[in-house]
């Protein structure tokens, strides 16, 4: 009799567990499933930057690399700061 109840238990847990488990699989998981697979960061283009972080980080480097660059011409045409040739000290 307990070899009996023991069967039918195992009969009964291994049928819901094929249940559940296959149960639930319908053709758009599987392709849901499949995509993530194909690409699991789609909004990532380098490790951690999406689009839009790189295009902002070129803008912004973009923007000093032109600022320095005035600067860079100031320095050229000797307007950046006074004359060190005098023996006075200039105001």
């Given at each position: 009799?307990?070899?009996?109840?023991?069967?039918?238990?195992?009969?009964?847990?291994?049928?819901?567990?094929?249940?559940?488990?296959?149960?639930?699989?319908?053709?758009?998981?599987?392709?849901a499933?499949?995509?993530?697979?194909?690409?699991?960061?789609?909004?990532?283009?380098?490790l951690?930057?999406?689009?839009?972080?790189?295009?902002?980080?070129?803008a912004?480097?973009?923007?000093?690399?032109?600022?320095?660059?005035?600067?860079?011409?100031?320095?050229w045409?000797?307007?950046d700061?006074?004359?060190?040739?005098?023996?006075?000290?200039?105001?």
């Amino acid at each position: 009799m307990r070899n009996r109840r023991t069967g039918i238990t195992v009969s009964l847990a291994v049928l819901a567990a094929g249940a559940f488990l296959g149960a639930c699989e319908s053709r758009e998981s599987w392709q849901a499933a499949s995509d993530y697979r194909w690409n699991p960061s789609p909004e990532l283009d380098t490790l951690h930057e999406r689009r839009v972080d790189m295009d902002n980080q070129v803008a912004i480097t973009s923007d000093e690399n032109w600022r320095q660059f005035n600067a860079d011409v100031g320095a050229w045409i000797l307007s950046d700061r006074p004359s060190r040739l005098s023996i006075y000290p200039v105001p």
